[in-house]
Every structure is written in structure tokens, then in C-alpha cells.
């Protein structure tokens, strides 16, 4: 397991304050009230470690197919229904949204190896990533992929906690499936629509690894 680069300057300002405040507390606190200095280590200490525990990338062997689509992201399927594309595509998709907690891993991943048509961030509100219109209203940032002349959409959604969307492709770059995409900070979704054709493999509240778990077949 390895630490994301997005999250190098924010573990070490957090290390700062964790140092900075568990000093305090052993100078001013721990002589009247040790059991108050310790419970302020642990609970520090275990706010650390989530948050290093945040930006983890475990080592996987990604799943490589050029008729399927791998989920994008970790977490839970939330919704799998028939939209009406808001974003370069004109037409109805299949829309499967997956739901990051801030317990999972947030490197988001390329679905499928191919050309990137479009990329474009918006800004946007905070809802929470559940919210009906969080995939349309919060801020976000859309891609679209190419991959043997069929076409898929991804969004990056940010939620009432994820303050931060990072996405690394541009239009005109060609990525491979499995290879990073982006991260979001502290926790929201990611949406896919795909054609109507596409044959779903996952089910609602199903739990999926990003680059791993194949989401459909077209």
C-alpha cells in the first residue's frame, strides 16, 4: 500500500497539529488530569490514522477487458435507471451512481481503455452525494470516453464533505482502463452513463472496487 500524492501536504500539516497539540497537552494538561492528556493522544492519534487511512492506495491487479466496464470508483451502487443525458449526449443512458464513503478509497480510475472526447469541470453546490440532484446542481467534472466507437460518461460529484475534485485526463489523451483518473476528498459519488445496451452486472447496494469490479458489458 502506497499514500496518494493529493494527499502528502495535508498529512503533513495534520502530523504538525497532532505534534503540536498532544505537546500542549503533555505540558499543561497531563500534570492535573493525565487520564484528559491521554484520552486527547488517542483521540488525535486515531484522527491521524484515518487520515492517512483516506488517502491509501492498495495494491490490486486491475481487471482488463476491452468489452467490459470496470467501476470507476470504490463504494456502494446507489442507483441503476434510465436518465435523460444533461451533458454531450443527447439522448437516454443507462446511469449506474456509485456512493463513496469516507472509509473507502478514493482514487477514482479509467472505466475502459480509450480516447477522452470531453472533459470539462463545473462548479457547482455542496448536497449530499445521495441527493437527486447532486449529479446535476454540486460541483463536478464530467469525462467522456471512446473505446472501440462506443462512448461512456463518467462524473466526479462532490458531496457536502468533498470540498476537492482532482481529475488528471484531458480531451484528446488516450488512457488505459484501470489507470487513474482522479481523486475526490473526504467522500461523495461518481456516475457512469452508459448506452442503453449496455448489459448492467452489478445490483443496488452492491459493494465494488474501483478497476476491479466489471459494472457492464457492451
Same mark, same amino acid.
Given at each position: 500500500m502506497t499514500i496518494h500524492k493529493e494527499g502528502y501536504k495535508t498529512i503533513a500539516w495534520a502530523t504538525i497539529l497532532f505534534g503540536v497539540i498532544n505537546i500542549i497537552s503533555f505540558y499543561f494538561i497531563s500534570f492535573w488530569s493525565p487520564a484528559l492528556s491521554w484520552i486527547i493522544f488517542i483521540g488525535s492519534f486515531v484522527l491521524l490514522i484515518f487520515l492517512i487511512s483516506f488517502f491509501r492506495i492498495p495494491k490490486r491487479n486491475l481487471f482488463s477487458?476491452?468489452?467490459? +466496464? $470496470?467501476?470507476?470508483?470504490?463504494?456502494?451502487? +446507489?442507483?441503476? *435507471? /434510465? $436518465?435523460?443525458?444533461? /451533458? #454531450?449526449?443527447?439522448? &437516454? &443512458?443507462?446511469? @449506474?451512481?456509485?456512493?463513496? !464513503?469516507?472509509?473507502? +478509497?478514493?482514487?477514482?480510475?479509467?472505466?475502459?481503455?480509450?480516447? $477522452?472526447?470531453? !472533459? *470539462?469541470?463545473?462548479?457547482?453546490? #455542496?448536497?449530499?452525494?445521495?441527493?437527486?440532484?447532486? !449529479?446535476? *446542481?454540486? /460541483?463536478?467534472?464530467?469525462?467522456? #470516453?471512446? !473505446?472501440?466507437?462506443? *462512448?461512456?460518461?463518467?462524473?466526479?460529484?462532490?458531496?457536502?464533505?468533498?470540498? &476537492?475534485? +482532482?481529475? #488528471? @485526463?484531458?480531451?484528446?489523451?488516450?488512457?488505459?482502463?484501470?489507470? /487513474?483518473?482522479?481523486?475526490?476528498?473526504?467522500?461523495s459519488r461518481v456516475d457512469v452513463l452508459l448506452p442503453l445496451n449496455a448489459k448492467i452486472k452489478v445490483k443496488i447496494n452492491e459493494m465494488v472496487r474501483g478497476g476491479i469490479t466489471v459494472i457492464a458489458t457492451w
Open positions: 477487458g476491452e468489452d467490459s +466496464v $470496470v467501476a470507476p470508483a470504490d463504494g456502494k451502487v +446507489v442507483a441503476i *435507471e /434510465e $436518465v435523460e443525458a444533461d /451533458e #454531450y449526449f443527447l439522448d &437516454r &443512458r443507462i446511469q @449506474v451512481s456509485i456512493f463513496m !464513503s469516507p472509509l473507502n +478509497v478514493h482514487v477514482n480510475r479509467n472505466p475502459v481503455s480509450g480516447d $477522452v472526447m470531453y !472533459s *470539462e469541470y463545473h462548479k457547482g453546490k #455542496y448536497l449530499v452525494a445521495w441527493h437527486p440532484k447532486s !449529479s446535476t *446542481e454540486n /460541483e463536478r467534472h464530467t469525462v467522456v #470516453y471512446k !473505446s472501440n466507437g462506443k *462512448e461512456l460518461l463518467t462524473k466526479q460529484i462532490a458531496g457536502a464533505l468533498a470540498k &476537492r475534485i +482532482v481529475n #488528471y @485526463v484531458q480531451a484528446g489523451q488516450q488512457v488505459k482502463q484501470g489507470d /487513474e483518473m482522479g481523486f475526490i476528498k473526504f467522500g
